[in-house]
C-alpha cells in the first residue's frame, strides 16, 4: 500500500517536474518579452512593406560581426550573395540563393537582430530597454526554475533522511532481542508474520509501530513525529523557529488494570501549561511541590497529580537513579518531553499512558534506551498499582462528582438541543403561517380587484352602449 | 530496572492494529495549496509572471506535503491546475499574441 502510494507520488512528481521544466525551458527559447508584443507587430509590417530585393544589402550589415568570427575568408563586400551562414548551419547557399521570403521569417524569429534594422528607427529607440527587461524576466525563471530542482532534490534526500531515522528507531527498538521484542508479542502493524512491517508510514514526516500482546496492557501505539525534512520551504521555515523530532507512546491499559492514577510530569513550564490545558488534569489533578524529606525528582522537572501518594508511589527509587534524580536526568533529561498517565482520557481509551520524548539522531539512537525503558517499567508498575483505601475514597468521590458533572453537562446540552430544535420548529410553523396569511391577503387583494373590475365593466357597457 | 521475573508477553491477549478511521474533515489544512491557489489567481488576474511561478512553487510544497494520495488528491490537483493556468495563460498572453 505504502509503496505504490510512493510509486503514485514519485511519478506524480516527475510528471509535474517534466511539465515545469518543458514550459519553463519552451518559455526562454520562445520571444516572449513583455510589453513588446507591438513591436513585433511592427516588424512583421515593416517586413511585409520591404521590398525582398531591398533586403540583401541588410542582410550583409548585420553579417560582418558574426561571420567575421566564422568565416573570415568571406568579405563583407560579397553583396549578392546573402551568406545565410550566419543563421542557421543547415543553411544551404545555392538552394536558396536569391529567396529572401526565407530571410524574413530568420528576420522575424532571430529579435536580436531586429534592432539593427536600418529601415526601421522606431525599433531602434526601442531597443534601448530590451537587454535589462529580457534579463529580468529571465531572472524570474531561473530562480523558481532552479528553486523547484533544488526542491525536488531535497524531497528525495529529505524523505530518505526521515526514513533513516524511522528505520534506526525500529533497528533499536523493536528489533530481535530488543526492549519492545522482550515485552510485546506482537510488533508491526501487520498480523504476526515474520516479514510484517514494523511501521506505518503516514505522509513523509510520521511512523506509527504498534505493538500488542503484554500483560496489563491492549496494546501500544508509538508516533515518530519527525521534522519536515523532504519539504524544502519548511526546512528554511525551520532555521528560524526550530523544532525536534519527537516521538511519543500511547500505552492502552486493560480496563481492570489501572487504578485511579492521573499524573504528569514535564518541565517545569511544560507542566504548568499541561496543567491548564489538558482536561482530566485541569479537574483532577494539582501542581505538587515537591517534599523535603524523601528523594526527589530533579529541580527542572515539576510534577502535576491528583494526590501526594499516587507521585511518592510512581516515582520510585528506580527511576530516580536512572532517570528523573539530579544526577541522571543531567544525562538523559534532555529527551524527555513529558509523561501523562490517566484513567480519565478522552477519547476512545479512557485509561491511557502517554509517553513523549524527543528523538536524538539517527547514529546515536541508543541514547534514549532508558527513557523507552520507562515505558514497560510504568505498564507493569500502574499495572500491579493499588491505591490505598483512603487514598481511594477520596479519588472515587471525585471521580463520581465528575462524572455527574458531565451527566448534567450532557443533559444540558440535550436539552438545549432540544429547545433549539423547538424553536426552530415554531419559526417554521410561524414562516408557513406567514406566507399563508400573505396569500390569504393576496386572493382578498385579487377578490376586490375582481369585484372593482365587475363594477366597472357595466359602466364601460354603458360608456360603449351610449 | 526492568522487573520483570517472568516473561510479561501474552501472545493470546494481542491484537492486531486497527488504524483509527480518518474523517476529511480532520486532516490538517493545506496551506500550501492554498496559497498556491490564491497566487495562481493573482497571477492569471493580474498577469504577474513571479505570482504565477510561486503558485508552482507552492504546489509543489502541496504534493510533497500530501498524507493521504486519496484525500488529498483533489485539493493539491485545484492547486497545480490553477498555477499551471496561470502559466499558459502567461505564455499566451505573451508569447504568442502575434
Redesign the interface.
Known amino acids: 500500500m505504502n509503496q505504490t502510494m510512493g510509486k503514485v507520488w514519485c511519478s506524480l512528481l516527475f510528471l509535474f517536474l517534466f511539465f515545469t521544466l518543458s514550459l519553463s525551458s519552451s518559455s526562454s527559447s520562445s520571444p516572449h518579452f513583455e510589453g513588446f508584443e507591438a513591436e513585433y507587430d511592427d516588424d512583421d509590417d515593416v517586413f511585409q512593406d520591404i521590398d525582398p530585393s531591398s533586403l540583401q544589402p541588410i542582410n550583409t550589415k548585420l553579417t560582418p560581426n558574426p561571420s567575421s568570427d566564422q568565416q573570415p575568408n568571406s568579405p563583407p563586400s560579397d553583396l549578392p550573395n546573402p551568406t545565410p551562414n550566419t543563421f542557421t548551419d543547415v543553411w544551404d547557399e545555392d538552394e536558396f540563393e536569391g529567396l529572401p521570403i526565407q530571410q524574413q521569417q530568420h528576420h522575424s524569429s532571430n529579435p536580436d537582430h531586429i534592432p539593427t534594422h536600418p529601415k526601421s528607427p522606431n525599433n531602434s529607440s526601442h531597443s534601448d530597454p530590451q537587454p535589462p527587461n529580457s534579463s529580468r524576466s529571465f531572472t524570474v525563471e531561473i530562480l523558481c526554475g532552479s528553486f523547484l530542482i533544488i526542491f525536488a532534490i531535497n524531497y528525495f534526500t529529505g524523505k530518505k533522511e526521515n526514513e533513516n531515522i524511522a528505520l534506526s528507531w525500529a533497528a533499536q527498538f523493536a528489533a530481535k532481542d530488543s526492549i519492545f521484542e522482550k515485552n510485546f508479542s506482537l510488533l508491526g502493524i501487520g498480523d504476526g508474520g515474520d516479514d510484517s512491517p514494523l511501521l506505518l508510514k503516514e505522509g513523509q514526516t510520521t511512523f506509527k509501530f504498534y505493538a500488542s500482546g503484554r500483560r496489563y496492557c491492549q496494546g501500544l501505539l508509538a508516533t515518530l513525529e519527525l521534522k519536515s525534512r523532504h519539504d524544502l520551504i519548511a526546512r528554511i521555515y525551520n532555521m528560524i523557529v526550530p523544532t525536534r523530532d519527537e516521538i511519543s507512546f500511547e500505552v492502552y491499559m486493560n480496563d481492570d488494570a489501572m487504578d485511579h492514577v492521573v499524573f504528569a510530569m514535564s518541565k517545569k513550564k511544560a507542566a504548568k501549561a499541561m496543567h491548564k490545558d489538558v482536561r482530566d488534569l485541569q479537574r483532577f489533578a494539582t501542581l505538587l511541590t515537591p517534599p523535603n524529606a524523601k528523594k526527589w525528582v530533579s529541580d527542572d522537572l515539576a510534577v502535576v497529580s491528583e494526590s501526594k501518594e499516587v507521585a511518592a508511589d510512581l516515582i520510585t527509587d528506580a527511576v530516580i537513579d536512572q532517570v528523573f534524580g539530579d544526577r541522571a536526568y543531567e544525562k538523559v533529561g534532555k529527551g524527555l518531553i513529558s509523561l501523562h498517565f490517566s484513567d480519565q482520557h478522552s477519547g476512545i481509551h479512557k485509561k491511557v499512558l502517554l509517553f513523549k520524548f524527543v528523538l536524538p539522531a539517527a547514529s546515536n539512537m541508543a541514547d534514549m534506551t532508558r527513557l523507552v525503558a520507562l515505558v514497560p517499567y510504568y505498564i507493569d508498575l500502574i499495572g500491579r498499582y493499588k491505591l490505598s483505601s483512603q487514598a481511594r475514597s477520596k479519588t472515587e468521590t471525585a471521580r463520581q462528582k465528575a462524572a455527574q458533572e458531565a451527566q448534567r453537562e450532557l443533559r444540558y446540552a440535550q436539552q438545549e438541543a432540544m429547545q433549539r430544535k423547538k424553536a426552530e420548529k415554531k419559526k417554521m410553523l410561524e414562516e408557513a403561517e406567514a406566507k399563508l396569511s400573505a396569500e390569504a391577503i393576496r386572493k382578498k387583494e385579487a377578490k376586490e380587484r375582481a369585484r372593482q373590475m365587475k363594477k366597472s365593466m357595466p359602466r364601460m357597457k354603458m360608456t360603449r352602449g351610449a | 530496572?526492568?522487573?520483570?521475573a517472568n516473561d510479561?508477553?501474552?501472545?493470546?491477549?494481542?491484537?492486531?492494529?486497527v488504524?483509527?478511521p480518518v474523517s476529511p474533515q480532520d486532516l490538517p489544512i493545506d496551506y500550501?495549496g492554498f496559497i498556491a491557489v490564491v497566487f495562481g489567481i493573482a497571477g492569471v488576474m493580474f498577469k504577474y509572471?513571479?505570482c504565477s511561478?510561486?503558485a508552482?512553487?507552492?504546489?509543489?510544497?502541496s504534493?510533497?506535503?500530501?498524507?493521504?494520495?486519496e484525500n488529498d488528491l483533489k485539493q493539491v490537483m485545484m492547486a497545480?491546475m490553477v498555477s499551471?493556468g496561470a502559466?499558459?495563460r502567461?505564455?499566451e498572453d505573451?508569447?504568442?499574441?502575434?
Open positions: 530496572m526492568s522487573s520483570h510479561p508477553r501474552q501472545p493470546s491477549a494481542a491484537k492486531p492494529y488504524a483509527p500550501a509572471k513571479l511561478w510561486l508552482l512553487v507552492f504546489s509543489a510544497q504534493i510533497a506535503n500530501m498524507r493521504n494520495i497545480i499551471l502559466r499558459v502567461l505564455r505573451h508569447g504568442f499574441k502575434s
